[in-house]
């Protein structure tokens, strides 16, 4: 028996996360996931299914280099009435030298053999067992994905039995455990593990194969796990039809770190999740989900005072693992509801000490800004956050903004360009061929290098037009500028009483194209003021983290 508290990964992101709507990966797209899941230190990478899309055949006919991990298709057991010598779908697996590893679908619910399939029950059992003895001539190892088998167990535990049975007596390596609908419990799901390893079936021949659709897929995953699986499958970020799959970059730091088994991946490995997280994140084009346990942003980020305070006697006081070890930080936030220890921790990850930042250089900051209150009123960096806040600015979401507060007040960010004045026009005309279209222009004067510049630029809207010019402008000077991109654009009005005068606040997430994400807010009653102050800040955070902290 192998050791008992090893527990194998699989991955099926590549195969079973593609039928997630509105995701379509390229062979180039999966060949980049599988180098990083494979770098993670996953045992099983699910590539696709082979002869089902030309995109899978692509990957599978010119795979990537992997190390630790076995590429594995997956395909259905032989069809009704024919041999499997003689099924063209279940040879196909076989056509690729790449391919180690063969999962195959097979049916465990008697319901779905009758009904689905419309066949005899002992068919599908010859089905299962002889595609399995087949697969076994072909490749060095074959696992079994019992398909609906906690609904089949529930209706009918000696043929959900039975279906395993045919695949393990005939040489499979794993029957896996499929909760197909996603509609089991974990209450469900170790109870039935539980009965299945009683049963006479080992729980280091058994995987589980969760979807998340009662939001129970991890639950339902550590639960298999509990009572004696040694394979879990699932997928990245919990990509997935439907409700999704069981999310691994949740299930591995809980089996590695709360329950204690172990897996392929090593403690250095681990500091790789929250990269893999964000490299899938990319390649969709999709923002990270800041929410997301132990990868997420907001994951270890503490806003409230009182937690602050004691986060920086011990962070075990509101934290239940060290960030570090998933490859994540803590985040201290910045805003109305924070405390004079919030602006010590910030700034001190900054590296800045708060008696550094005077008072006078907090009111030429506040000088620069359009804001509607005195900056000689201002007392300290504290009174200045919880003002600019309540004027609408939120720096709890706009790190970047507060970073170059903090440091422009201490003279640390240089003046690399300066707008004198622009002007926008927005033309609503009719074309050539009679269509209404609305055309954005806008002309900037920058001072840069105390010389001055104009220029004019086309955009699908002001901002967009304004954004055009302005680059324009600052690319002679600033070549990395090329690498900037918006990735989000937010606008939001703090005062909906005031009606189409209200102030409004625009927050905009960039990266510099190489994973780098940050953000920073504008306020202004002019929405387009308001960009523009959050855009200007989006270009200085860049230049000032490229030119003076590398």
Not at 264 to 282: F, M, P, Q
Request: charge should be negative; aromatic fraction near 6%; glycine fraction near 8%.
């Amino acid at each position: 028996m192998e050791n008992s508290s090893r527990v194998y990964l699989y991955d099926t992101t590549l195969r079973d996360g593609a039928q997630t709507q509105g995701v379509d990966f390229s062979a180039a797209d999966k060949a980049r996931i599988a180098r990083a899941l494979d770098a993670l230190g996953l045992d099983y990478i699910e590539g696709g299914w082979p002869g089902a899309n030309p995109t899978d055949d692509s990957f599978f006919s010119n795979p990537p280099d992997l190390g630790q991990a076995r590429l594995a298709a997956f395909g259905m057991t032989r069809r009704a009435g024919r041999s499997a010598n003689n099924d063209p779908g279940l040879n196909a697996l076989f056509a690729h030298d790449a391919v180690s590893v063969v999962t195959m679908v097979g049916k465990s619910w008697d319901f779905q053999v009758t009904v689905a399939l419309g066949i005899e029950l002992d068919e599908n059992l010859r089905m299962i067992g002889d595609s399995v003895a087949h697969a076994r001539t072909r490749v060095s190892e074959v696992m079994l994905d019992a398909e609906h088998f906690f609904d089949g167990y529930k209706a009918n535990p000696q043929y959900a039995l039975a279906a395993l049975r045919a695949a393990l007596d005939n040489g499979a390596r794993w029957a896996v455990l499929c909760d197909t609908n996603g509609g089991s419990l974990p209450h469900e799901v170790e109870r039935i593990v539980s009965e299945v390893v009683a049963a006479g079936i080992s729980g280091d021949r058994l995987g589980v194969h969760c979807h998340n659709d009662t939001d129970s897929a991890v639950a339902n995953s550590l639960a298999a796990v509990k009572a004696g699986v040694r394979q879990v499958q699932g997928t990245i970020n919990g990509l997935g039809e439907r409700c999704g799959n069981a999310n691994l970059v949740s299930i591995i730091p809980n089996l590695m770190l709360k329950m204690g088994f172990e897996t392929g991946i090593s403690e250095e490995g681990l500091k790789h999740l929250v990269a893999v997280s964000r490299t899938l994140d990319e390649v969709l084009d999709r923002k990270p989900n800041r929410s997301q346990p132990y990868v997420g942003a907001s994951a270890f980020a503490h806003k409230g005072g009182l937690h602050v305070s004691a986060v920086a006697k011990d962070p075990a006081c509101y934290e239940h693992v060290d960030p570090a070890r998933v490859g994540n930080a803590r985040q201290i936030v910045v805003s109305d509801q924070a405390g004079r220890s919030n602006i010590v921790a910030r700034m001190a990850d900054l590296g800045i000490e708060i008696e550094s930042v005077k008072r006078d250089a907090l009111v030429r900051v506040v000088e620069a800004m359009q804001v509607d209150f005195d900056p000689h009123e201002v007392a300290d960096l504290v009174d200045l956050i919880k003002r600019l806040e309540h004027e609408g600015y939120a720096y709890d979401t706009a790190a970047a903004s507060f970073e170059l507060l903090v440091r422009r007040a201490l003279g640390q960010v240089p003046d690399y360009f300066t707008l004198e004045r622009y002007r926008v026009i927005d033309e609503r005309r009719r074309n050539a061929k009679g269509d209404w279209v609305t055309l954005s222009e806008a002309t900037v004067k920058v001072e840069v290098d105390g010389r001055e510049f104009m220029q004019v630029g086309e955009g699908n809207g002001p901002v967009h037009a304004f954004d055009v010019a302005l680059r324009a402008v600052l690319m002679g000077a600033y070549p990395e500028l090329a690498g900037l991109e918006l990735a989000d654009y937010r606008v939001r009005i703090v005062e909906s009483t005031a009606g189409t005068g209200a102030k409004t606040r625009v927050t905009i997430e960039s990266t510099d194209g190489q994973g780098h994400r940050w953000t920073t807010v504008g306020v202004h009653t002019n929405v387009l003021e308001a960009s523009l102050e959050a855009l200007q800040d989006s270009i200085a955070y860049m230049l000032f983290r490229f030119r003076e902290i590398r």
